[in-house]
C-alpha cells in the first residue's frame, strides 16, 4: 500500500473524529444556548467541523486516487 494511501486513510478516520466531536460539541446544553442567542455556534465547534470537512475530503483524495 502506497504511503499517500496510508495518509488518507489516517486523514479519513482523523476527520471522521473532528466531525463527531464537532457534533458532540454542537448538542450540548450550552452550545445550543450560544447558538439560540447569537445564532452560530462557538468558534471551538467550528473549527471541528470545518477541520472535520476538510480531513475526510483530502483523506478521500489521497486514499482513493488512482496512482
Known amino acids: 500500500m502506497p504511503s499517500k494511501q496510508i495518509i488518507g486513510i489516517v486523514l479519513l478516520v482523523l476527520g471522521v ?11 450540548s446544553v450550552g452550545e445550543q444556548v450560544t447558538e439560540a442567542v447569537t445564532g ?6 467550528m ?3 470545518i477541520g472535520g470537512v ?7 483524495i489521497y486514499a482513493f486516487r488512482k496512482q
Open 47 to 49: 473549527w471541528y467541523l
Open 54 to 60: 476538510i480531513a475526510v475530503v483530502l483523506g478521500a
Open 17 to 27: 473524529l473532528l466531525l463527531f466531536f464537532g457534533w458532540q460539541s454542537s448538542q
Open 40 to 45: 452560530r455556534f462557538t468558534d471551538e465547534t
